[in-house]
């Protein structure tokens, strides 16, 4: 029976990877995380196995791992609030402990599928030649050919991406010089239910001083369950493609069942057909959450525009377009994005008022 071995699997994508891969009997999971408060449910199912606290002080970790079939590698802190404000941990966290997974593997002889992200293409050509209005090769980016635009060191904010960088030129590195079998995986904003934490509401991975504040997604949902502004960031004029955690986990059952065509390569995963400003993604969660509720006041919530180095302080930077390439994914795997933004966010809030907030809400449905 293939065994995987999981790093980081009670994070976002880990327990959604759990969720799909736990009812499939064909695969055991060795998973490590600080905590399993996203995974309880996983807890005791005979084909998996959670080892609590730091995974880079496991005992034998590098035996553990010499005896699955595949690593996964997960662990990060990968938080744009924390960027800018925790350099330090974040190269640590990105780069010099991944790196030490990948040696694993290459001296064991393991194929290494490492996630990085679409935040090593950096600000993207358009940015720098007209924004959003540029010829779109500007903004549609390819694993083989778009080229990694990184701002300068004064702007911390690029420590995540930079990091990511390397350990992928590391992992590269390693398969030209060592055999290391790898895949590499740059998501382009994976959405779902569990995302990061929702402020006041429920535990963190991490004590609130460390982990700061939550992406995107789960701050607009902590706003609206609280009834309080929705706060853009620079008028939130950014643009974005959104993606199906779920349909990112599949696009990983592919690349499982098809090693052949995963091995030695790197792939975007994203859903070119799901952009929007992040000023458009809040509009539009105000609407889903006045649907699902039946109330009608969601709409008037406020957008409330704030400048980034209020927001997150000195050093941030970021990029105005980033529109993935997928035909890799396409053509190889077979693996095709399908899920509309409306219909993610509608699963997102539905879970998010049947949790969290006393109100009953008017309609349940889990389709889109
Ligand atoms: N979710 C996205 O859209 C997205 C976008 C770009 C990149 N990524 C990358 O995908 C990976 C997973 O992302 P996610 O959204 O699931 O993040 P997440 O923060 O939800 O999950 C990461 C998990 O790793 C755990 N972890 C970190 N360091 C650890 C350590 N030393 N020991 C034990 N556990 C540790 C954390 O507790 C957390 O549960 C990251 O590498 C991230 O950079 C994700």
Known sequence: MPRIALLGCGGFIGSHFLDAFLTDPSWTIEGW?????????????????????DLYTFPGLEDALAKADVVISLAAICNPSQYNVRGVDVIESNFIQPRLIA????????????????????????????????????????????????????????????????????????????????????PFNFLGTRMDFLPGRQGVALPREVEGLPRVLACFTGALLDRSPLTLVDGGHVRRTFLAVEEAVEALRLMLERPGMAKNK????????????????????REVAADVTGDESYLELPLVDVPALEFYGEGYADSDRRMPRIDKAANLLGWTPRRGLRGILRVVLEDAFQTHASRPIATVSLQE
């Open 33 to 53: 995380d600080w905590t399993p408060a996203k995974i309880k449910q996983h807890l005791g199912h005979p084909a998996f196995t959670f080892h609590p606290g």
């Open 266 to 285: 790197i792939f975007n995963l994203g859903h070119p057909g799901n952009e929007i400003t992040i000023r458009g993604m809040a509009e539009m969660m």
């Open 103 to 186: 040696d694993m593997c290459a001296r064991r002889g393991k194929w290494l599928i490492q996630f990085s992200t679409s935040e090593v293409y950096g600000q993207t050509l358009s940015h720098w030649t007209g924004g959003g209005e540029a010829p779109a090769s500007l903004y549609e980016l390819d694993e083989e050919t778009s080229p990694l635009l990184l701002g300068p060191v004064s702007a911390q904010r690029w420590s995540y991406a930079c990091a990511k960088q390397l350990l992928e030129r590391y992992v590269a590195a390693l398969h030209r010089e060592q055999g290391l079998a790898y895949t590499i995986i740059r």
